[in-house]
């Protein structure tokens, strides 16, 4: 057949065909993940060496126990009291070269950084295993969510740990005290003034592996660098009792929203208190704003009272207001109004809103949005049962 094609069209014509025949395809294809949104280029901005922020934004901590002496030990770093889950945020830009189980800190993250010409590492401890977002070898930059703030290892209450070591941690250099030096660092005529990440008006307290769950593999999105958990079960016993039969009920509400993301999104907003409450004023396992809830809240348990710190009207009130979320994100990327993956933008209108979201064409461009989109699949994968588990 190529011989008469080739007498009919010449080389070049039947070049044209085949080139036609690349790009229309033939036969059945396998159909696009109907969660693989256009993305938008992730790329960090590369910050000046020199470039200092506080490790968590303002408004969202308090200094609890300085650098010195304490109960007869010396304590080589400053602690900072924050909620549960509060993004952390890397002091200074550079690479990763520890991050994950340590020692007395449950887990720790240390970035290595070259400042005014020599070799500095700012340390952050007590996150748990979720809350740590990045891995060993990666670059970052100054003010870049890395973690989020727990109370693992040796620990009384969620808190940062923050160290800084001139001369390098992994070195065995000694500990400064870290506020003397990030007020040097803002008055320094080589330094870039230590700024703080603001928190958008409204906005509410709250991967970057494949994560293998026993022989599945879950992922959503277009990019493997941002996985996260869907479509699996809730291991037993990894949420309160009280939780477990509502979150998998509200797992079928949309295929968007899985029973670890849920779970997740519960742990993040209130730790599983059904009293929380936030000094913005969210209520609830679910930290609705008690307009939000006049507008989205359900009766999840079909008693005839629609309340805001009944688990079940607040697991079913989170997923359905999730999945109308997802097809707000979804009817928008298709409009050209959004832009990245799917299960972050949902999960950034949950945390500043649907407005505030497609105010900016993709995920709110604030820390806490921005550690918020990313620790939720991240602790997803916590709760996610092996195949063939319960969901």
């Known amino acids: 057949m190529a011989a008469p094609l080739i007498g009919l069209l010449g080389v070049g014509g039947l070049a044209i065909v085949a080139a036609v025949a690349f790009l229309l395809g033939s036969g059945e294809r396998k159909p696009p993940n109907p969660n693989c949104l256009p993305d938008i280029p992730r790329t960090h901005q590369r910050m000046p060496t020199n470039e200092v922020v506080m490790p968590l934004a303002e408004g969202t901590y308090a200094v609890s126990s300085p650098f010195g002496l304490r109960e007869g030990a010396v304590h080589r770093g400053v602690d900072f009291a924050a909620a549960l889950g509060t993004p952390i945020q890397a002091a200074t830009g550079g690479r990763v070269v520890a991050a994950g189980p340590a020692e007395g800190f449950g887990h720790w993250i240390i970035i290595d950084t070259v400042y005014n010409g020599a070799l500095?590492?700012?340390?952050?401890?007590?996150?748990?295993?979720?809350?740590?977002?990045?891995?060993?070898?990666?670059?970052?930059?100054?003010?870049?969510?890395?973690?989020?703030?727990?109370?693992?290892?040796?620990?009384?209450?969620?808190?940062?740990?923050?160290?800084?070591?001139?001369?390098?941690?992994?070195?065995?250099?000694?500990?400064?005290?870290?506020?003397?030096?990030?007020?040097?660092?803002?008055?320094?005529?080589?330094?870039?003034?230590?700024?703080?990440?603001?928190?958008?008006?409204?906005?509410?307290?709250?991967?970057?592996?494949?994560?293998?769950?026993?022989?599945?593999?879950?992922?959503?999105?277009?990019?493997?660098?941002?996985?996260?958990?869907?479509?699996?079960?809730?291991?037993?016993?990894?949420?309160?009792?009280?939780?477990?039969?509502?979150?998998?009920?509200?797992?079928?509400?949309?295929?968007?929203?899985?029973?670890?993301?849920?779970?997740?999104?519960?742990?993040?907003?209130?730790?599983?208190?059904?009293?929380?409450?936030?000094?913005?004023?969210?209520?609830?396992?679910?930290?609705?704003?008690?307009?939000?809830?006049?507008?989205?809240?359900?009766?999840?348990?079909?008693?005839?009272?629609?309340?805001?710190?009944?688990?079940?009207?607040?697991?079913?009130?989170?997923?359905?207001?999730?999945?109308?979320?997802?097809?707000?994100?979804?009817?928008?990327?298709?409009?050209?109004?959004?832009?990245?993956?799917?299960?972050?933008?949902w999960l950034s209108m949950y945390n500043c809103g649907p407005e505030g979201t497609l105010s900016q064409g993709g995920v709110c461009q604030n820390a806490e949005t921005l550690g918020y989109v990313k620790a939720i699949p991240r602790m997803a994968a916590e709760y996610a049962a092996a195949e063939g588990g319960r969901r």
């Open 120 to 345: 500095l590492s700012t340390v952050y401890g007590h996150m748990d295993a979720g809350g740590v977002f990045v891995r060993t070898g990666d670059e970052v930059g100054a003010g870049q969510p890395i973690g989020a703030v727990g109370s693992d290892g040796e620990s009384t209450g969620p808190h940062l740990h923050f160290e800084v070591v001139p001369g390098g941690r992994l070195q065995g250099r000694q500990q400064i005290d870290p506020m003397p030096w990030l007020e040097q660092a803002s008055n320094s005529s080589t330094g870039v003034p230590v700024t703080n990440a603001g928190k958008p008006a409204g906005s509410r307290q709250s991967s970057r592996s494949r994560w293998q769950l026993g022989s599945a593999t879950a992922m959503v999105g277009c990019n493997p660098s941002s996985a996260v958990v869907a479509g699996v079960s809730l291991r037993e016993g990894s949420v309160p009792s009280e939780y477990q039969p509502w979150i998998g009920k509200a797992a079928a509400t949309c295929p968007e929203v899985s029973a670890p993301l849920v779970a997740a999104q519960l742990r993040q907003e209130s730790g599983f208190n059904r009293f929380a409450g936030s000094p913005a004023g969210a209520q609830g396992p679910a930290q609705f704003m008690p307009e939000t809830w006049a507008r989205h809240g359900i009766d999840g348990d079909g008693d005839g009272r629609i309340d805001i710190y009944s688990i079940p009207d607040a697991v079913m009130s989170q997923a359905a207001y999730d999945c109308s979320l997802a097809q707000i994100a979804k009817d928008a990327v298709a409009q050209g109004k959004l832009r990245g993956e799917l299960t972050e933008l």
